[in-house]
């Protein structure tokens, strides 16, 4: 479902069609895209069972194609119009949705990533955002429909699994650490409530490795430290929980690494040392992380290609880049104070950075053709939104 384009013509009054053809047809795909939204569109079906018995063209996803053709073709279709294909019929709803779908296009490197973005508005109430990087003008997008129970909580975790975003765990001010799990499904742009925690936990960290989610740490019922880690394994459903008294309370950061999860305490007011361990999954164990590493961790990390970056908002946004080969910081570049908004996070698709603050001020650059003029980091930044929000995580979903 490519956009409108008209053949070469010599007419002026052509080419002035074919542009507001191409603007009312991406108006339409937004109108749908707000309905899809709203979880309020219903799909008629295309044709009854008894036809579809009688008649095995009825039965297929494009009559007159067999099925797999048929998936060829429309597994093809850029994401952003995943919402116009549910629209068509239950089987493409069924389809676009589904887990065959969603193999087909992982295996044929057809997959796209999108930005989620978990913040807090001026009414201390959480709210979702998600951006699409090939149309970084068109801005964020509200994910509507976050599950009320949750919507006032602190210290929710915020961790992406395939095509699916957890939210787990939080507290309040008259509500203690609970254990429950909620699940977006991307694909379906659907809410649920998904298997408990063992352990009620908020302010916990949270890491994705060997396709199970890792939410470490937090605090539990009544203010506790929780020395304690889960893991969500997706074939069973179910967490598991494992102790080990290196969780320290208060981590505030989290990162994957060379198949090893390092986890990042703040410095205190007294000292700038700043205490870190590395989860080694063979072992099942929790060691201290290398002190040369840790030294240059002074803020939110993502990892490009092997490669572990952090942005530096000690002092304006610095971005910082660990070279393991020498063991040593190296500074990439400054960021326009003028672009970016601290407190940011920090998430990869690719090998582009998104640099996401306050108001989901967003920046990109490419690691790979990184250069800087006068030290500043050269490069994008999309429309300001008109929120105000806090960004208190981002991920990416690949579908």
């Keep these: 479902m490519q956009s409108c384009k008209a ?64 998936l060829f073709c429309l597994a093809r279709v850029p994401r952003r119009h995943h919402v116009l294909l549910k629209c068509v019929s239950r089987k493409w709803r069924d389809l676009v949705s589904g887990e065959e779908w969603y193999s087909y296009r992982k295996k044929h490197d057809l997959q796209e990533s999108w930005i989620y973005a978990l913040g807090r508005d001026k009414s201390e109430q959480l709210c979702c955002y998600v951006l699409d990087p090939t149309r970084l003008k068109r801005g964020w997008k509200p994910i509507l429909g976050l599950p009320h129970r949750c919507i006032r909580r602190k210290g929710v975790g915020f961790e992406v699994l395939g095509k699916k975003l ?3 765990g939080g507290c309040g001010w008259i509500e203690d650490a609970t254990n429950e799990v909620y ?17 009620p936990r908020c302010y ?101 290609d092997g490669t572990l970056y952090v942005l530096d908002q000690s002092s304006g946004t610095r971005l910082m880049m660990w070279q393991k080969d020498i063991r040593e910081w190296v500074a990439v570049g400054r960021l326009s104070p003028l672009l970016t908004k601290p407190p940011c996070r920090l998430v990869a698709v ?25 030290g500043v980091l050269v490069s ?20």
């Design 7 to 70: 053949a070469p013509s010599n007419s002026q009054g052509t080419g002035t069609n074919t542009e507001q053809v191409y603007s009312e047809s991406e108006n339409f795909v937004e109108i749908v895209y707000s309905l899809d939204n709203d979880q309020s569109v219903d799909v008629e079906d295309s044709g009854s069972g008894d036809n579809s018995e009688l008649d095995p063209e009825a039965s297929r996803l494009i009559p007159g194609l067999p099925d797999d053709i048929a």
């Design 183 to 199: 699940c977006y499904d991307a694909a379906m742009n659907k809410w649920n409530q998904a298997t408990s925690l063992v352990v």
């Design 166 to 168: 957890f939210l787990f």
């Design 380 to 399: 994008t930044s999309i429309p300001k939104s008109i929120s105000d929000d806090d960004v208190i995580s981002c991920k990416a979903i690949t579908i």
């Design 350 to 374: 690719g090998n582009n950075i998104f640099i996401i603050g306050k108001g989901l001020s967003t920046v990109v650059f490419n690691v790979e053709n990184a250069r800087n003029m006068d």
């Design 204 to 304: 916990c960290v949270s890491e994705v490795l060997d396709e199970k989610i890792y939410a470490i740490g937090g605090i539990g019922p009544n203010s506790n430290n929780l020395p304690s880690w889960e893991t969500y394994n997706t074939e069973t459903t179910s967490w598991t929980l494992h102790e080990n008294p290196n969780i320290f309370p208060d981590i505030e950061d989290s990162v994957v690494l060379g198949g090893k999860i390092y986890i990042r305490g703040g410095s205190s007011p007294l000292s700038s040392l700043v205490s870190a361990f590395v989860y080694e999954p063979s072992s099942n164990t929790w060691q201290l992380a290398a002190s040369e590493l840790v030294s240059g961790w002074y803020g939110p990390a993502v990892v490009v």
